[in-house]
């Protein structure tokens, strides 16, 4: 049993990597999580994949808590420099643009018998207070888009209901590829929100 789970995704359209995974990976290299009980699972951008590869990380590590991470590159209205806590899972699909296995979703909800929105149930003010205080530039963000991000924050929020907290971060493209923060600093901000996210959870048991 692993005390949180963190997510990140594989690169997907134009982006040859993604940070919202390789920020986790170096976090872990760099013992930015020691002491954290932390699990980490890499997520295909795939409708049909994402979720599923979702599942088979929460039977096998049964974590307490689930943090995952997505990239923000091409999102409208995103700053360069800023990464966004989300708030609210929202139940659709319809991003008008393929997934890695060619798959387009139309416009449509992504459970129809499930509410239009789901909220997160990681305390966001404690993460985002958590980042702020370790000099990021963080904000909240109601709507992570109609891609996989979205898609796989509302399955989880679904399937998680009543069980364990959930989240959902968006991160900035990194230097490399154009963006302000390095990889190292982005690493360093996901283990400053998966500690918070740890933290959060010890103080209201
Ligand atoms: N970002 C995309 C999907 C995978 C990722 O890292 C999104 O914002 O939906």
């Known amino acids: 049993m692993a005390q949180i789970l963190l997510t990140g995704f594989e690169p997907f359209g ?29 997520i295909p951008v795939t409708y049909d994949g994402a979720f599923a590869t979702l599942q088979a990380a929460l039977n096998h590590h049964r974590p307490r808590a689930l943090l ?12 360069a ?10 139940n659709r699909d319809g991003a008008g643009k393929a ?6 979703r139309p ?4 459970d129809p018998t499930a509410p239009a929105t789901l909220p997160a149930t990681l305390d966001v003010p404690a993460l985002l207070e958590a980042l702020q205080a370790a000099g990021f530039s963080a904000r909240t963000s109601d709507d992570a888009g109609a891609y996989l991000c979205n898609h796989l924050f509302f399955r989880a929020a679904c399937a998680l209901q009543g069980q364990i907290p959930c989240g959902f971060v968006h991160v900035p493209p990194v230097k490399e590829m154009g963006g302000i923060l390095t ?12 500690r918070a996210a740890a933290a959060s959870m010890r103080s209201t048991q």
Do not use: C, K, M
């Open 14 to 42: 134009a982006f040859a990597t993604n940070p919202s995974w390789d920020a986790l990976a170096l976090a872990d290299e760099h013992g930015l999580l020691d002491g954290l009980d932390a699990a980490l699972a890499r």
């Open 81 to 90: 420099g800023v990464i966004y806590v989300e708030t609210t899972a929202r």
């Open 107 to 110: 416009a449509r909800p992504i």
């Open 183 to 194: 990889l190292q600093e982005l690493a360093r901000a996901a283990a400053t929100l998966a």
């Open 99 to 104: 997934d890695n296995a060619g798959v387009t």
């Open 68 to 79: 995952s991470f997505g990239l923000h590159g091409g999102l409208a209205g995103r700053e």
